[in-house]
């Protein structure tokens, strides 16, 4: 990039998911560093404003030679260039990429080259996709050494995770951190999708509980749930294996819920309103046709009226980009 370069600020809790998002979008721009001051980041750019942040003419560094742009170092084809993905998810330790069928006889030096352009990587993994109920992916080492296990660290929790066996996804850090901040002191929370536990630990660290129950129907994600409670010390996390319908009948009535099965929460949402208080919140994950979103909402709230169930819908906001038309939303819904 020539001329001064651009930054947006950043709050730093929010860096890595927007640093993503700018990656997705094209507009990260690779060639100066990211800086800290204080609590933000200013994160250099392509573009005058991203996500309402206007763009300032900044002193960032240049990247001294060193690209952290893999498709830099790559010497593919250029129609192959263009399918190269612009984003890929780092998991502690291990990038995590999917690859277009055109690009996986390149998938060695592709991965070479990612662990090239981030020392930090241990390993470079290709996903063939999420499968099953338990949501998990399909795994094959293309760079480095060692498994898919890692320990992956947000807001000061570290939690070992294998994303071969069990479901997690780095994006939601600051979903995660928004549910732990809205918690108050004492509350009585489930997680009835909770994977390794991503939520109850943040909650579980950034918030004052009195217990939170992690159910996952996946018997894999025992074991790293008690490592995880352990290696944080949070003795206020329960983790209970088992089909979240029928584990919440034998809970203590909830003041909040978490509900991140995305492909079918709603189908869960009788149930999780059984086990709720009144005046408790939800928050259901749930994705979506972008154009669908509005009046899902709606017949969502008439659904359960006819169940016998009253529900307001206090928030809906999109987080991600699921697919080119569709997205994952989460809608908060409180209990009259
Ligand atoms: C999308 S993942 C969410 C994981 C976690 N909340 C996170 O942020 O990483 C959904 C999880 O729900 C679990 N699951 C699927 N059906 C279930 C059911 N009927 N009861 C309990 N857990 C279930 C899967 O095993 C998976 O770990």
Redesign the pocket.
């Known amino acids: 990039m020539k001329g001064v370069p651009k930054c947006i600020r950043v709050d730093k809790r929010e860096g890595e998911e927007v640093r993503n998002r700018l990656a997705d979008s094209g507009l990260l721009d690779t060639k100066h560093k990211i800086a800290r001051h204080g609590e933000h980041l200013d994160i250099p750019v392509l573009c005058d404003s991203f996500e309402g942040r206007e763009a300032f003419d900044s002193e960032a560094e240049e990247t001294e030679g060193h690209t952290t742009d893999y498709k830099e170092i790559l010497d593919l084809p250029d129609w192959l260039n263009e399918e190269l993905p612009r984003s890929y998810d780092i998991i502690g330790d291990v990038a995590i990429i999917k690859l277009s069928d055109a690009l996986v006889p390149y998938r060695e030096r592709i991965g070479e080259a990612m662990m090239e352009a981030t020392p930090s990587l241990r390993a470079v993994m290709l996903d063939s996709g999420v499968k099953g109920?338990?949501?998990?992916r399909e795994l094959k080492k293309i760079a480095g050494t060692g498994t898919s296990e890692t320990v992956h660290k947000e807001f000061g929790v570290r939690m070992t995770v294998d994303p071969s066996l069990?479901?997690?996804?780095p994006r939601?850090a600051t979903e995660?951190a928004r549910v732990a901040l809205s918690v108050k002191d004492g509350e009585k929370i489930i997680?009835?999708?909770?994977?390794?536990?991503?939520?109850p630990l943040v909650i579980s660290k950034l918030a004052r509980p009195e217990v939170i129950y992690a159910?996952?129907?996946?018997p894999e994600?025992e074991r790293f749930m008690r490592t995880n409670i352990e290696n944080n010390h949070a003795g206020d996390i329960v983790p209970i294996i088992?089909?979240?319908?029928s584990?919440v009948k034998g809970l203590p009535k909830a003041d909040r819920i978490?509900m991140?099965?995305?492909?079918s929460s709603d189908d869960?949402l009788d149930s999780a309103l059984e086990a709720a208080k009144v005046g408790a919140v939800i928050h259901m994950?749930r994705v979506l046709e972008r154009a669908e979103a509005e009046t899902f909402a709606e017949k969502l709230t008439e659904r359960m009226r006819s169940a016998g169930h009253n529900i307001r819908i206090t928030r809906t906001s999109e987080l991600k980009t699921y697919s080119p038309s569709m997205s994952v939303y989460v809608f908060d819904i409180v209990k009259d």
């Open positions: 109920e338990f949501r998990i069990v479901y997690f996804n939601l995660r997680d009835m999708f909770a994977g390794v536990a991503p939520f159910v996952d129907l996946n994600a088992g089909d979240a319908r584990a978490i991140n099965l995305p492909q869960f994950h």
